[in-house]
């Protein structure tokens, strides 16, 4: 077992200052004083322990204090018999420094999962977080919705609140208002309220079907008050996100004379002016998606001016430091929003992570951004295990409080995941790179045969579920036999000692990414890979994914989320070579 007493500090985020004292422990027990000095930033805090004056606390604010706890608490936690003399003096680079669960594509997380993920959140000092929603939220009058998803009450978001703010933690309300509207749209009482219900273009992807609220009917206004005055009083932030992203069935239905009169974007803000107003009135400030307005710069002035822009963007090449300058340009607080890259992969897309990250929190220092908020997206059932999610939030963490320093793995393994090995972080990392090679060279033909990057998914899952934006997958078999090695390798190496739930959503995971190389080959190569073979290993993925769900998450939206593992079945039954 290693003796992590042996090690320097492992702390997470990384203090901006950390300076070794000579002389003798102190006793891990010792009491702490606190004391108050004005000259530190707002949450800036000074931390001294030697043998002499004990444990001090030197800090501007309670949420200084609170912070300087914390990194006394992760030493505590290595050192559980005396503590190292040292000093620390440490404050974040962003002021805002955010979490959004995606909790509105089947997986709900139970409130005791909340809870916790909210005392994690916190002791790797982030204050703010927000949950996703389109439909998971238990509106009174509108119980057609959210039936059978088992979403959060209003009593539940209330006390997630409550013990939000008590960790110094923003919880803000979340409503998409305009956009990502399906769930209610395709029930009858609110089908006439959609743009559309034919065919439009989402982004070079066929799509039809209702999408967004139609901006030209009062009555969106109406549904759209109704919602934010339900869920606005259950936080006590003064915050709401209200949505209004991809709204690319836009002019595809009803508004299109209107758009055609007015033009797309005075349509468009003309609606987006309507609901923030209307979240004003309820005595919250609206916070909105900003790909709409950064699509056309000159529009970005358009918005209005106390909301905050949320500029997202999840591959390397996200244009933040143009955003970002945009933004800054017109006077406006905004955030940084790159993402976990959990979804639509399985394993996560590390390279590519870490890429966009690192653009994100650039372009937020260099623009002067209130801050950035790392997204976490559900697609496809929400089937991505939750450490995947975990490693990218503490690396987001250590970016936006000591962009400075690097992420110290043996630090996530420790305080993130319980490790004592100090291994596993740094392994999740590596596996999600096990399929990076095929990610290069799996993207969309342009001009000249060349083929880009692939986006937005790993090449495991696009594999197994193709987002229909005429991806070029590997059509030979041996790029898929080289992932596969790097799989089995990975599987070896896993590390040992680990908590039961961490190593049962790990070794799940293993099994997803095995199946889908296994299922390529098969599809590749004829007499590779039998039915005998594929079959039982989807089945035994279907069990445990239904099992290991029911731990965190609510049973509401899990034979939603089976549905994909079970839309596979016909090609575990046909594994001739794809002609």
């Not at 993920?117 to 790797?124: E, G, H, I, N, P």
């Not at 500029?311 to 955030?335: C, V």
């Not at 997206?377 to 000591?402: F, K, M, V």
């Not at 739930?501 to 299922?519: E, K, Q, V, W, Y």
Request: proline share 8%; net charge negative.
């Amino acid at each position: 077992m290693t003796d992590l007493t042996t090690f320097p500090p492992l702390l997470l985020p990384t203090p901006r200052s950390l300076e070794r004292l000579p002389g003798a422990r102190t006793p891990t027990d010792a009491p702490t004083r606190l004391d108050a000095d004005r000259s530190l930033p707002p949450e800036g805090y000074r931390l001294h322990i030697d043998t002499s004056r004990g444990v001090v606390v030197n800090s501007a604010t309670p949420a200084g204090c609170a912070h300087a706890q914390r990194t006394l608490a992760q030493l505590r936690t290595q050192y559980p018999d005396t503590l190292p003399p040292l000093r620390i003096e440490d404050a974040p680079a962003l002021t805002t420094r955010g979490v959004m669960l995606d909790i509105s594509r089947s997986r709900v997380p139970t409130m005791d999962s909340l809870l916790s993920q909210t005392d994690l959140f916190a002791s790797l000092k982030l204050n703010h977080l927000q949950l996703y929603v389109e439909h998971a939220f238990a509106y009174h009058g509108h119980e057609q919705v959210w039936q059978g998803a088992d979403p959060i009450t209003p009593d539940e978001l209330t006390r997630l609140d409550a013990h939000a703010a008590s960790l110094g933690v923003d919880l803000a309300a979340n409503q998409n208002c305009f956009g990502h509207m399906a769930r209610w749209l395709n029930l009858p009482r609110y089908a006439p309220l959609a743009e559309t219900h034919d065919g439009f273009d989402f982004y070079g992807i066929p799509r039809r079907g209702p999408f967004s609220l139609c901006p030209t009917d009062p009555a969106s206004l109406e549904l759209t008050r109704d919602l934010l005055s339900q869920q606005i009083p259950c936080v006590s932030s003064g915050l709401v996100n209200i949505g209004c992203d991809e709204t690319a069935d836009l002019g595809a239905g009803r508004s299109r004379d209107a758009i055609a009169q007015h033009g797309r974007t005075r349509v468009y803000m003309d609606y987006v002016a309507s609901v923030c107003e209307i979240a004003r009135s309820l005595g919250a400030r609206p916070m909105l998606w900003g790909d709409i307005a950064l699509s056309e710069p000159d529009a970005v002035g358009e918005l209005p001016q106390d909301a905050i822009a949320l500029a997202w963007g999840y591959e390397p090449d996200s244009p933040f430091d143009d955003w970002g300058r945009t933004l800054a340009a017109s006077g406006r607080d905004w955030l940084a929003c790159p993402g976990t890259s959990s979804w639509r992969s399985f394993t996560g897309r590390t390279t590519q992570r870490r890429q966009n990250l690192d653009q994100a929190v650039h372009a937020a220092i260099e623009h002067a951004a209130q801050g950035m908020l790392m997204t976490d997206w559900g697609d496809l059932g929400h089937r991505q295990q939750s450490p995947i999610a975990l490693l990218a939030i503490a690396e987001g963490a250590q970016a936006t409080w000591n962009p400075g320093a690097p992420v110290d793995p043996r630090a996530v393994s420790l305080h993130v995941f319980s490790d004592p090995s100090l291994r596993v972080a740094d392994w999740i990392a590596q596996l999600g790179d096990a399929d990076n090679n095929l990610r290069d060279r799996s993207g969309v033909r342009v001009a000249g045969g060349h083929v880009l990057p692939l986006r937005n998914a790993s090449a495991l899952f696009e594999h197994l579920h193709p987002s229909g934006a005429r991806t070029h997958l590997p059509i030979h078999a041996e790029p898929w036999r080289d992932v596969l090695d790097r799989i089995e390798a990975l599987s070896r190496s896993r590390p040992s000692g680990l908590t039961a739930p961490l190593a049962d959503r790990l070794g799940h995971t293993l099994n997803i990414a095995r199946f889908s190389a296994l299922l390529a080959i098969g599809e590749r190569e004829s007499g590779a890979i039998t039915t005998r073979d594929l079959e039982p290993a989807l089945e035994a993925i279907i069990r445990e994914h239904q099992r290991l769900w029911l731990t965190d998450s609510r049973p509401g939206g899990l034979t939603e989320s089976v549905e994909f593992f079970e839309s596979l079945r016909p090609r575990t039954r046909s594994t001739a070579p794809a002609r």
